[in-house]
């Protein structure tokens, strides 16, 4: 799942359904940045891609949703949101920017854009779309094993 999907489905969850209405979510401005690296477990980081998630709703109920209720789910998102991605491709890790614009008494028409930066990875795959230095691959999410324990054995000189 990507980071612009992730955050739309937090929202939608975290939101009652009427400030939902004219909702839409997008990538604008999208950059690749060339980060290959074979990450193990037969997979592969192809690039990274860096772009705006703009989050925009066409009559948000500002009167009855509080607009700073949303800006507290944003915060919270990103409290929460795995962005150590920012760190290896050196950019900050910049909050988001809200614009709204109140068209009458009930309702505004308000636009979040919140930049974004995501692996691009591969797996290999017969049926897959993607050819690749002479094999075919798939889209995946790499698969992180952590180790949650270890046993340390220590050296004898009389066990040689």
């Not at 993607?130 to 000189?157: M, N, Y």
Request: net charge negative; charged share 25%; glycine share 4%.
């Amino acid at each position: 799942m990507s980071q612009l999907d992730a955050l739309t489905r937090f929202l939608a969850e975290n939101m009652p359904t009427r400030a939902m209405q004219g909702f839409d979510s997008q990538m604008d401005g999208v950059e690749f940045i060339p980060a290959q690296r074979d990450l193990g477990l037969n997979q592969y980081r192809l690039a990274i891609i860096k772009y705006n998630a703009v989050l925009s709703w066409e009559r948000y109920p500002y009167r009855e949703y509080d607009p700073k209720i949303l800006m507290a789910l944003f915060i919270a998102w990103l409290a929460q949101a795995d962005r150590s991605l920012f760190e290896e491709i050196g950019i900050d890790n910049d909050l988001p920017d809200f614009d709204i614009d109140v068209i009458d008494p009930e309702t505004a028409i308000v636009v979040v854009s919140l930049p974004m930066a995501e692996e691009l990875n591969l797996v290999p795959d017969e049926n897959g779309s993607i050819p690749h230095d002479g094999r075919r691959w798939r889209l995946e999410s790499p698969e992180i094993w952590t180790a949650e324990a270890a046993e340390v054995i220590p050296h004898r000189e009389d066990s040689l």
